[in-house]
């Protein structure tokens, strides 16, 4: 009796802290928490000797060292937000100098032929894929993640680089991983091909079938991959091509950042109402094993600073915050050894497709952009209100949604 009452003291105290947790600090704690086995192994060279790699039952067959650049690369692009702002003297603070410095660490051995962990560059058309989530997150965290690297690792980074031109990208979304790795080129300084930008850009354009939505090729398909790549990449490539909205491009006069950014904050605004009034979202199309991946648009939208007056920072951060909490407040989402596992929400490896590994899932860490948002930004310091379903369910007042010509 008195161990049962002992568990009920020590249940009621966790609830008690968890509680009194800021926004802020909850989602610290599980970005955190997703980026340690990454990035803890990775740094010491570690990585591929020591997760614990989950294949989809339907696995394609390709080279499961893919897993790595997936899981890698694909948390950086999430982190690296967070990961730029400056040091300080908070625990917070002290955390982030910590990973950022394990994360630098991480870089240079991903390039490295002599690291354990250098990966798999020249194998796989997969590749490309996960390269352009790392030319991604030092588009996003350049001046902290990719200035800080010593120029052997950089000249690494812009010869593989250079080197995936050898996979031609079917006629997808795809086509935006080969944009977003030219767009860093020519960020660095580096050579970029600018056709395989221009090119991917005009069918960007050509993709829009209206009201924020993209088709994923010629095809529509409804799935979250307006979520996962082509609003994301699409925008953050034009911003690159164009010089944030600055300049036309003489040969690609259908690309306009500014219009490409209006659609994408009425996908935000579609975004913020299908989360329901506990904190939950739609399950539906194919790689929804990637979690709060889905709401990469509105986390862009919030830490860019680019949120439609439709959607107050409150309301966003008090919708975000709740479907995090849905999905990471207990442990049934990371295996034995503390890496994402198979599933949506738990271990449900039936429902991950044949390209799935338990590397794709760390898309998830993309809905953790406003992150790099500092502590004392009107986006966590804001009231939390409530979002457009809670309201509306609530009986309250509530905005009419409309097209978006």
């Known amino acids: 009796m008195k161990n049962i009452f002992a568990a009920l003291c020590l249940l009621l105290f966790a609830g008690t802290m968890s509680a009194e947790k800021t926004d802020r600090e909850v989602w610290v704690d599980v970005l955190t928490r997703m980026a340690r086995p990454v990035l803890d192994n990775m740094s010491e060279g570690n990585l591929q000797k020591n997760m614990l ?145 221009t090119s991917a850009l005009r069918k960007f354009e050509e993709w829009y079938v209206g009201d924020g939505f993209y088709s994923d090729g010629p095809d529509f398909a409804f799935d979250y991959y307006n979520s996962f790549v082509l609003h994301p990449m699409g925008v953050e490539c034009e911003e690159v091509l164009t010089d944030g909205g600055k300049r036309k491009i003489w040969n690609c006069s259908d690309v306009d950042f500014e219009r490409a950014k209006k659609r994408m904050q009425k996908y935000g605004i579609v975004l913020e109402r299908l989360i329901s009034p506990e904190g939950t979202f739609p399950v539906y199309g194919r790689s929804i094993t990637y979690r709060t991946g889905t709401m990469q648009p509105l986390a862009l939208l919030s830490w860019r600073g680019w ?77 939390p209100l409530p979002w457009t379903s809670k309201k509306a369910w609530g009986g309250q007042d509530f905005p009419k949604d409309h097209a978006w010509q």
């Open 53 to 197: 790699v989950e294949l989809s039952p339907t696995w394609d067959g390709r080279n499961q060292k893919v897993t790595y650049m997936e899981c890698f690369g694909r948390l950086m692009a999430g982190m690296a937000p967070w990961l730029s702002l400056p040091d300080d003297d908070s625990k917070e603070g002290r955390l982030r100098a910590e990973l950022r410095e394990k994360a630098l660490k991480s870089y240079a051995n991903a390039v490295d032929p002599e690291s354990p962990d250098y990966l798999l560059w020249r194998e796989e058309g997969q590749t490309l894929v996960d390269a352009a989530y790392l030319a991604e997150s030092f588009l996003r965290g350049y001046d902290a993640l990719w200035e800080p690297l010593d120029s052997i690792t950089k000249a690494r980074y812009i010869d593989e680089f250079t080197r995936l031109r050898r996979v031609d990208p079917p006629y997808t979304n795809w086509l935006l991983f080969s944009a977003t790795i030219e767009s860093f080129l020519k960020r660095a300084g580096a050579q970029p091909d600018w056709y395989r930008i």
């Open 307 to 383: 949120l439609p007056e439709e959607l107050p920072e409150g309301q966003v951060r008090a919708a975000l915050t709740a479907v995090i909490k849905n999905m990471f407040s207990d442990n049934r989402n990371f295996n034995e050894k503390g890496f994402l596992t198979l599933g949506f929400n738990g271990k449900q490896p039936n429902i991950s497709d044949w390209y799935t590994n338990n590397g794709s899932l760390y898309m998830a860490s993309l809905a953790f952009l406003p992150l790099g948002l500092p502590a004392d930004h009107s986006f966590w310091t804001s009231e």
